[in-house]
């Protein structure tokens, strides 16, 4: 559990507050200004939460192994985005291998759920990465 002095500081401080200072904060580590892909750790939540979902109601381990490999993957691709932006190759990889999976899922039984809901979601992730990917690098 956090304290609530470690709390404040990565709340509401940024490096600049803490360094050189010799405050209330002056001996907890620096935190860093990146941002977060929350809808990254989003999507990997939907793929990870899918699988078990599937294993709740119909039983199926299959279904329940991987969800939680691709929603792990799909975590593990976000923190690396949320690290460096221009990081997206396991994100892609993953989103990619899920649209096509689910999509030929969805194709082949014209059901929304589950198939047709993780081949949209699937392929909005593909869009956002894609266009991440595409945008110029802003020059230091």
């Known amino acids: 559990m956090f304290p609530p002095i470690l709390l404040a500081q990565i709340l509401f401080l940024n490096n600049s507050t803490t360094q050189g200072s ?6 907890f580590p620096n935190v860093s200004n990146m941002s977060v892909d929350w809808v990254g750790y989003g999507y990997a ?4 939460s899918g699988g078990v979902v599937g294993y709740v109601k119909a039983g199926s381990v299959p279904s329940l192994a991987a969800g939680l490999l691709f929603g792990g993957l799909a975590g593990f ?4 985005i949320s690290n ?14 899920l649209s096509g999976i689910m999509g030929k899922r969805f194709y082949a039984s014209r059901k929304f759920m589950p198939a047709g809901l993780m081949a949209g979601a699937s392929i909005l992730m593909v ?4 266009v ?8 230091t």
């Open 84 to 97: 460096d932006p221009h990081n997206v190759w396991v994100s892609l990889a993953t989103s990619g291998a």
């Open 77 to 80: 691709g976000a923190y690396q």
């Open 127 to 130: 869009a956002k990465l894609s």
């Open 132 to 139: 991440a990917l595409l945008q110029k690098p802003v020059e």
């Open 45 to 48: 939540t939907l793929v990870a």
């Open 22 to 27: 010799d405050g209330p904060f002056s001996h």
